[in-house]
Structure formats: structure tokens, C-alpha cells
């Protein structure tokens, strides 16, 4: 059984930085398959970043460049690295891995003030 707790959310200016933690509550290292998603309020949830079952990573166009995701296996724990934050980025990101299912995070609020 694999739970997820994410933290580092917040309100931010545009322009700035935040950086989202999801920590395993099980054993993630193993798995390979992991990253985020974010919903905007009206609009369907999208995949912002993730690790690939070859190790690469992937990135949505809108944020190549700016966010970055990474892991921390000691620590059990992914992160979402959000650089050059922009209004267009408010909403609620939520971290998953897939095992033999998928396991979701509660989901963290990030908001980007103009």
C-alpha cells in the first residue's frame, strides 16, 4: 500500500518560485513511473511533468524550462521544482505513481497572482 502527502503549495507572485514535495508513506523507489498532474478550475486535469519507465523525463510545453521534477529515493520523496511561475499555473497539483495501480496525492492549491 502506497500513500502519497504532498506540501509546498501556497500563493505566489508571478515570476516567482515554489517547490512541491510528494512524500511516500510506502515504498516508491521502486517504482518507476511517477510524477505530476495539475487541474485549473473549469479545465481538465493535465500532465505537467513525469518520470518515464525508461528513467527520461517529460514535460508539458507549457512549462519546459521553468519547472523541473526530480526524486529523492533516500527520502522516499518527488519533487516539482516551479520556476518563473505565471497566473496561467494556478491550480491544484496532484502527484501519482503507478504500481500495480495508480496511487494519487490529496493535492496541493498553488496560486499565481498577477
Known amino acids: 500500500q502506497v500513500q502519497l502527502v504532498e506540501s509546498g503549495g501556497g500563493l505566489v507572485q508571478t515570476g516567482g518560485s515554489l517547490r512541491l514535495s510528494c512524500a511516500g508513506t510506502?515504498?516508491?523507489?521502486?517504482?518507476?513511473?511517477m510524477g505530476w498532474y495539475r487541474q485549473a478550475p473549469g479545465k481538465q486535469r493535465e500532465l505537467v511533468a513525469a518520470?518515464?519507465?525508461?528513467?527520461?523525463?517529460n514535460y508539458a510545453d507549457s512549462v519546459k524550462g521553468r519547472f523541473t521534477i526530480s526524486r529523492d529515493n533516500a527520502k522516499n520523496t518527488m519533487y516539482l521544482q516551479m520556476n518563473s511561475l505565471k497566473p496561467e499555473d494556478t491550480a491544484v497539483y496532484y502527484c501519482?505513481?503507478?504500481?500495480?495501480?495508480?496511487?494519487w496525492g490529496q493535492g496541493t492549491q498553488v496560486t499565481v497572482s498577477s
Open positions: 510506502g515504498s516508491i523507489t521502486r517504482l518507476n513511473l
Open positions: 518520470f518515464t519507465s525508461g528513467g527520461t523525463t
Open positions: 501519482y505513481v503507478v504500481g500495480l495501480i495508480a496511487y
